[in-house]
């Protein structure tokens, strides 16, 4: 079984303090720490579950600038036999991207495809779906659970309230998969220094035969900061005020 | 111009809220245009709908099928694709769901319809349209223009937009025929999988302890435990913490869990994404504790201590005893 998984380098901004560009198009990201998207994370799991029970290989593939290849020795480390990167700078366009994959998946044989549900940075969750109606194959998008058996497979997908559907999917197809469908595992240095040896393919536009069509699908005007609208009131002074006056309220309020 | 599509969602024998949600933008947005809009409604035996939909929409296209009976992206996208065809609209909107996100993106490279997604607001100028979306976990807002195009697909936050009620109206309901021919081997619905019934009701707390990733890790539970018992409430928490095994998927809060609204809601860690978010903001009284000033929790909160969890929870658990 022949797995393909596509990744994606993000910059973790919920804990960090955010600053935009002077042209107003995005944030500096250069006091950001950047990772591989969650989501992503856990269909490079998956992806190595499934190569344990089926055999084959485990191919990653990301569409981003030079640094990306952090986020696929990660993705080595994990489990995965090798990986691709094609070059671009600014993957901001989700039909873009989507094309781009397409057209490297196309040259190879696979049986399956995963991706995110969406990428932790701007949420778009456009790109696995997207892929699959490029490529002529069906999808089914917020995988919690795959069962594979004799060129199917079985998933859940997560609705809303707690409620998932089961479905049968042709093989291949593309799945974008939840978090939590799987336990991550702890990925040691050993791993890492190992996965450093292992094949990683770089590529441009070009060289795969794609030229982006003109104009883009979308593009980013502006970024600015959310209005301020109603905001909490912050409670201020030393951590035993704070909590005084935090107790004051939660008194008040169970009474109420 | 021609009109606005709403694809109207519906789960066994429902319409969901963010149909009613998607219809007040829609109006507003044909208004601004000059145009009409229109519900359509794919299922089977959904004539019911059709009545209350009409009193909402200038007109109601319906396209009864069984095949239609439930969501299957297959079969609504070739039955969508082709009433686009026929009736060419503008602009189909869909909920940021998981039936929007099964659906729009494979439907826009069908039609090439440039796709925009998780929008929080919507216009068109000049024509082409313009978004508002909400990146980078909440913190910043982006404006998106798309491209030049005959028609557009977006998808709409469930929460933001207020619902529309029934109004004056008595749109037109037209049946149309249904272009399929039987279902599809590729994709099938066997059944749906209700969350499992177990253990504590976090939906009947008057007081949540609400802990986020932002705890860091599992060997703080006992302690927010604690606080919980000592205040009388119940420990609840979002998604990271249930994908991490630090507690039960029964005690998620969010979009995919449970909707909560205690008297009062104590965020911990938690940053504010509106898949949590619209799940406790009916809470009497929200209070959020987070090291970040610009979270966007804190503008769905009343009350925030912006400090690391660690200065604050240990002296409120010790106060809270005192309390009793
Ligand atoms: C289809 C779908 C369904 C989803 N359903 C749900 C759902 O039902 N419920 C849900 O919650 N999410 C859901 N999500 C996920 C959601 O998008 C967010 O990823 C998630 O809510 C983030 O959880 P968090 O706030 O705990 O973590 P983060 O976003 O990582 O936030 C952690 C916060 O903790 C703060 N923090 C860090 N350290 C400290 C400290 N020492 N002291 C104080 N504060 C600190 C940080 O400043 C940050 O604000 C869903 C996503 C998708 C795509």
Same mark, same amino acid.
Not at chain 2, 37 to 52: N, Q
Not at chain 2, 69 to 86: D, G
Not at chain 2, 193 to 214: F, H, K, N, R, Y
Not at chain 2, 219 to 243: K, N, Q, W, Y
């Given at each position: 079984?022949?797995?393909?998984?596509?990744?994606?380098?993000?910059?973790?901004?919920?804990?960090?303090?955010?600053?935009?560009?002077?042209?107003?198009?995005?944030?500096?990201?250069?006091?950001?720490?950047?990772?591989?998207?969650?989501?992503?994370?856990?269909?490079?799991?998956?992806?190595?579950?499934?190569?344990?029970?089926?055999?084959?290989?485990?191919?990653?593939?990301?569409?981003?600038?030079?640094?990306?290849?952090?986020?696929?020795?990660?993705?080595?480390?994990?489990?995965?036999?090798?990986?691709?990167?094609?070059?671009?700078?600014?993957?901001?366009?989700?039909?873009?991207?989507?094309?781009?994959?397409?057209?490297?998946?196309?040259?190879?044989?696979?049986?399956?495809?995963?991706?995110?549900?969406?990428?932790?940075?701007?949420?778009?969750?456009?790109?696995?779906?997207?892929?699959?109606?490029?490529?002529?194959?069906?999808?089914?998008?917020?995988?919690?659970?795959?069962?594979?058996?004799?060129?199917?497979?079985?998933?859940?997908?997560?609705?809303?309230?707690?409620?998932?559907?089961?479905?049968?999917?042709?093989?291949?197809?593309?799945?974008?998969?939840?978090?939590?469908?799987?336990?991550?595992?702890?990925?040691?240095?050993?791993?890492?220094?190992?996965?450093?040896?292992?094949?990683?393919?770089?590529?441009?536009?070009?060289?795969?035969?794609?030229?982006?069509?003109?104009?883009?699908?979308?593009?980013?005007?502006?970024?600015?900061?959310?209005?301020?609208?109603?905001?909490?009131?912050?409670?201020?002074?030393?951590?035993?005020?704070?909590?005084?006056?935090?107790?004051?309220?939660?008194?008040?309020?169970?009474?109420? | 111009?021609?009109?606005?599509?709403?694809?109207?969602?519906?789960?066994?024998?429902?319409?969901?809220? #963010?149909?009613?949600?998607?219809?007040?933008?829609?109006?507003?947005?044909?208004?601004?245009?000059?145009?009409?809009?229109?519900?359509?409604? +794919?299922?089977?035996?959904?004539?019911?709908?059709?009545?209350?939909?009409?009193?909402?929409?200038?007109?109601?296209?319906?396209?009864?099928?069984?095949?239609?009976?439930?969501?299957?992206?297959?079969?609504?996208?070739?039955?969508?694709?082709?009433? /686009?065809?026929?009736?060419?609209?503008?602009?189909?909107?869909?909920?940021?769901?998981?039936?929007?996100?099964?659906?729009?993106?494979?439907?826009?490279?069908?039609?090439?319809?440039?796709?925009?997604?998780?929008?929080?607001?919507?216009?068109? @100028?000049?024509?082409?349209?313009?978004?508002?979306?909400? /990146?980078?976990?909440?913190?910043?807002?982006?404006?998106?223009? +798309?491209? @030049?195009?005959?028609?557009?697909?977006?998808?709409?936050?469930?929460?933001?937009?207020?619902?529309?009620?029934? !109004?004056?109206?008595?749109?037109?309901?037209?049946?149309?025929?249904? =272009? +399929?021919?039987?279902?599809?081997?590729?994709?099938?619905?066997?059944?749906?999988?209700?969350?499992?019934?177990?253990?504590?009701? #976090?939906?009947?707390?008057?007081?949540?302890?609400? /802990? !986020?990733?932002?705890?860091?890790?599992? @060997?703080?539970?006992?302690?927010?435990? @604690?606080?919980?018992?000592?205040?009388?409430?119940?420990?609840?928490?979002?998604? =990271?913490?249930?994908?991490?095994?630090?507690? =039960?998927?029964?005690?998620?809060?969010?979009?995919?869990?449970?909707?909560?609204?205690?008297?009062?809601?104590?965020?911990?860690?938690?940053?504010?994404?509106?898949?949590?978010?619209?799940?406790?903001?009916?809470?009497?009284? /929200?209070?959020?504790?987070?090291?970040?000033?610009?979270?966007?929790?804190?503008?769905?909160?009343?009350?925030?201590?912006?400090?690391?969890?660690?200065?604050?929870?240990?002296? +409120?658990?010790?106060?809270?005893?005192?309390?009793?």
């Amino acid at each position: 079984m022949n797995i393909i998984v596509c990744v994606k380098r993000i910059p973790k901004t919920a804990e960090a303090d955010i600053f935009i560009e002077k042209d107003n198009k995005d944030i500096k990201k250069d006091n950001l720490v950047f990772a591989l998207n969650d989501w992503d994370g856990y269909a490079v799991r998956e992806a190595v579950l499934l190569k344990e029970k089926f055999e084959g290989e485990v191919i990653v593939l990301t569409v981003g600038p030079d640094e990306s290849k952090e986020v696929l020795t990660r993705c080595l480390a994990m489990g995965a036999d090798r990986a691709i990167r094609i070059e671009e700078p600014i993957p901001n366009d989700g039909r873009l991207i989507a094309e781009t994959l397409a057209k490297v998946i196309q040259t190879g044989p696979f049986d399956l495809i995963l991706t995110g549900v969406q990428a932790e940075d701007d949420g778009w969750g456009q790109v696995g779906v997207a892929l699959a109606q490029i490529l002529g194959i069906p999808h089914a998008s917020i995988v919690t659970h795959i069962h594979i058996e004799g060129g199917k497979a079985k998933v859940r997908r997560e609705l809303e309230g707690g409620l998932e559907e089961l479905l049968e999917i042709k093989l291949p197809a593309v799945l974008t998969i939840q978090t939590g469908i799987n336990e991550p595992k702890y990925v040691s240095l050993a791993a890492i220094l190992e996965a450093e040896d292992k094949e990683t393919k770089e590529m441009t536009l070009e060289e795969i035969g794609f030229s982006p069509r003109e104009p883009l699908d979308a593009t980013i005007d502006q970024v600015s900061f959310p209005p301020t609208g109603k905001r909490a009131e912050i409670l201020k002074g030393t951590p035993d005020e704070v909590v005084g006056q935090l107790t004051e309220i939660i008194k008040r309020k169970k009474g109420s | 111009m021609s009109d606005i599509f709403i694809l109207v969602e519906h789960r066994q024998g429902k319409i969901r809220d #963010i149909t009613y949600e998607i219809f007040g933008l829609a109006e507003s947005l044909a208004n601004q245009q000059g145009t009409s809009f229109t519900a359509v409604l +794919l299922g089977h035996d959904v004539k019911s709908f059709a009545d209350d939909l009409s009193r909402r929409a200038p007109k109601v296209l319906v396209i009864e099928d069984e095949n239609l009976e439930h969501f299957n992206s297959v079969l609504y996208q070739k039955t969508l694709s082709s009433l /686009i065809s026929k009736y060419q609209p503008s602009l189909l909107l869909m909920g940021h769901s998981a039936f929007g996100m099964d659906l729009a993106p494979s439907l826009s490279v069908e039609k090439d319809f440039p796709l925009v997604t998780d929008c929080i607001g919507l216009t068109f @100028e000049e024509g082409k349209l313009k978004a508002t979306r909400s /990146i980078y976990g909440g913190k910043v807002n982006a404006s998106v223009s +798309l491209r @030049e195009s005959k028609g557009y697909i977006a998808t709409l936050r469930p929460g933001i937009f207020p619902p529309k009620m029934h !109004g004056e109206i008595k749109g037109r309901i037209v049946m149309e025929a249904s =272009p +399929l021919e039987g279902g599809v081997d590729v994709k099938k619905f066997i059944e749906y999988i209700e969350a499992p019934i177990t253990g504590e009701d #976090i939906t009947q707390a008057e007081i949540l302890v609400s /802990i !986020g990733q932002g705890i860091g890790g599992p @060997e703080h539970i006992p302690m927010f435990e @604690e606080l919980a018992i000592r205040l009388g409430g119940t420990i609840s928490c979002s998604r =990271p913490v249930v994908d991490r095994n630090w507690l =039960p998927k029964e005690r998620q809060v969010g979009i995919s869990g449970k909707t909560v609204k205690p008297k009062i809601y104590l965020a911990i860690g938690i940053s504010g994404a509106f898949q949590h978010v619209t799940a406790m903001q009916g809470s009497d009284t /929200i209070i959020a504790i987070n090291k970040d000033p610009r979270a966007p929790i804190f503008s769905v909160a009343d009350y925030g201590i912006v400090d690391d969890f660690q200065n604050v929870i240990p002296i +409120l658990k010790e106060k809270i005893s005192d309390m009793k």
